[in-house]
């Protein structure tokens, strides 16, 4: 009988995606025990921060792969409730390492959250330097998962697509605002590399077939700036909002400068990805 392929996270934007890509239905999905969704309704429940929820699990059964994108990546949250953060993202990556066979190969997705801003776009090699607390908790998990085998850490950008709920992911936030009248803050001096949720998806799934391990950056084909991205997706959705733009300074939560990631290879998986704003 062939293993199976687990996916945490699958109620985030990367994970939703990855479900929608995954075309011949191989993903066994986890979410928490608080979705509600009907689609959700026959999928594991799964808390990260449980662990004796790990040892339950592999000892029932031990999958072929993990793909994780799962933890709490709202960065306000994040600052308001640090030890909450580093109880699920970090913590439970404790817990995963620790009854997580050996043989099971490892994906784990990262974010561009680990880097502050800089001039100079950030490769594998560059230096991580955290201004929030989820970029804290993400540096951390990725140092540990790095010292084991058969493991694969994927920083990413910003993934634009539909999500699992009206509120999941940059585009149903700003389709979910407009609709309930709610204010729209952008702010224009964060610039990322942002790539659309599907392209992101299938490029995450191919790595996760290959022999690859160790860090990789999915890097897109420029940096788009905040303001420029949602002018972009007002005009492309004719969402019709109307927003403030301010710039990271006035806001009350560290928000990135200019964060492009790039990579130092050169393989066929290496090569950026469209930008969702192309120019």
């Known amino acids: 009988m062939e293993k199976k392929t687990f996916l945490f996270g699958a109620t985030s934007v990367i994970g939703w995606n990855l479900m929608l890509a995954d075309k011949k239905k191989k ?25 004796a929820a790990y040892q339950t699990l592999f000892l029932k059964e031990s999958p072929a792969l993990l793909i994780h994108c799962g933890g709490i990546c709202d960065v306000d949250k994040c600052e308001d409730e640090p030890d909450w953060a580093h109880h699920i993202n970090v913590k439970g990556i404790d817990h995963l390492l620790t009854y997580l066979p050996d043989s099971v190969r490892l994906v784990y997705i990262s974010s561009d959250h680990v880097f502050g801003g800089g001039l100079t776009p ?102 788009v700036s905040r303001l420029e991205l949602a002018e972009y997706l007002n005009r492309r959705f004719r969402i019709g909002a109307t927003f403030s733009v301010r710039t990271r300074k006035e806001q009350p939560v560290p928000h990135l400068g200019r964060v492009e990631l790039k990579t130092l290879y050169r393989d066929s998986l290496a090569k950026s990805l469209p930008a969702v704003v192309s120019s």
């Not at 986890?30 to 799964?46: E, G």
């Not at 990322?192 to 995450?204: P, Q, Y």
């Open 122 to 223: 950030f490769d594998e090699k560059s230096k991580t330097a955290p201004i929030s607390v989820y970029g804290q908790t993400r540096v951390l998990a990725e140092q540990k998962i790095l010292k084991r085998a058969n493991s694969l850490v994927l920083r990413v950008g910003l993934a634009i697509g539909p999500g699992a709920t009206q509120k999941t992911g940059h585009l149903n936030w700003l389709h979910y605002r407009k609709q309930k009248g709610l204010p729209l803050t952008i702010v224009k001096d964060e610039f990322r590399s942002v790539v659309w949720a599907k392209d992101l998806a299938n490029r995450i799934l191919d790595y996760s077939r290959s022999s690859i391990c160790g860090l990789r950056h999915i890097t897109a084909k420029r940096a």
């Open 27 to 51: 993903l066994v999905p986890f979410c928490n025990s608080h979705a509600r969704l009907p689609s959700h309704k026959k999928w594991n429940r799964f808390n990260l921060e449980e662990e």
